[in-house]
């Protein structure tokens, strides 16, 4: 069995706190808030972006790649608040059945669970309604607790590729994890 990625609609998801919904034109000034700030994007981008002109491109590229069937991205909202505070998602290898895992989240909500919520949430689809075996993520050396948070949901290091990434004015390692889906019978 392949990749089940002709999602007809874009899936909603929701966990005990947060709804996981496609980002929309509207949530260009929310996006912009974080992906503009630098302690946020230390590992995720180089540079911040400068113009909310950057926030809608980038919404848009998300949507584009969905129609595409080509990845996911989720925005990431508290219950009750109408707001984007962060996003999550993964683009595919249909042929071999894997994901390259990414996420972002304002460091307004760090250390409060919330994205280790989303996440558990996306893997859990990606594993039952794609039919997804591997996941992977690249994090910078020094992010810790991106680290922290992969060991916590059951990914493992699996490699290191040196002077992989520019952040804050270095080059910096990259460490590889991947998490297999055990509960796959098909592959």
Request: one cysteine or more.
């Amino acid at each position: 069995m392949g990749l089940n990625i002709r999602l007809h609609t874009f899936p909603t998801l929701e966990t005990e706190r947060l709804i996981l919904r496609q980002l929309a034109a509207t949530d260009a000034q929310d996006s912009f808030l974080f992906l503009s700030d630098e302690e946020t994007m230390r590992y995720y981008d180089p540079a911040p972006m400068t113009q909310l002109e950057q926030a809608e491109k980038s919404i848009e590229r998300h949507r584009r790649r969905f129609a595409q069937h080509e990845a996911l991205r989720w925005g990431i909202i508290l219950k009750g608040e109408n707001r984007v505070i962060g996003n999550c998602g993964y683009s595919w290898d249909a042929d071999n059945r894997n994901a390259a895992l990414s996420y972002i989240l304002s460091k307004h909500y760090w250390n409060k669970g919330i994205m280790t919520e989303a996440l558990t949430a996306i893997i859990q689809f990606g594993f039952e309604h794609i039919h997804l075996h591997r996941i992977e993520a690249q994090v910078a050396y020094p992010n810790l607790a991106s680290t922290r948070l992969l060991e916590k949901l059951g990914f493992q290091e699996e490699g290191r590729l040196r002077d992989r990434q520019y952040a804050n004015n270095q080059f910096v390692d990259e460490r590889i994890f991947g998490l297999i889906n055990t509960n796959n019978v098909d592959g």
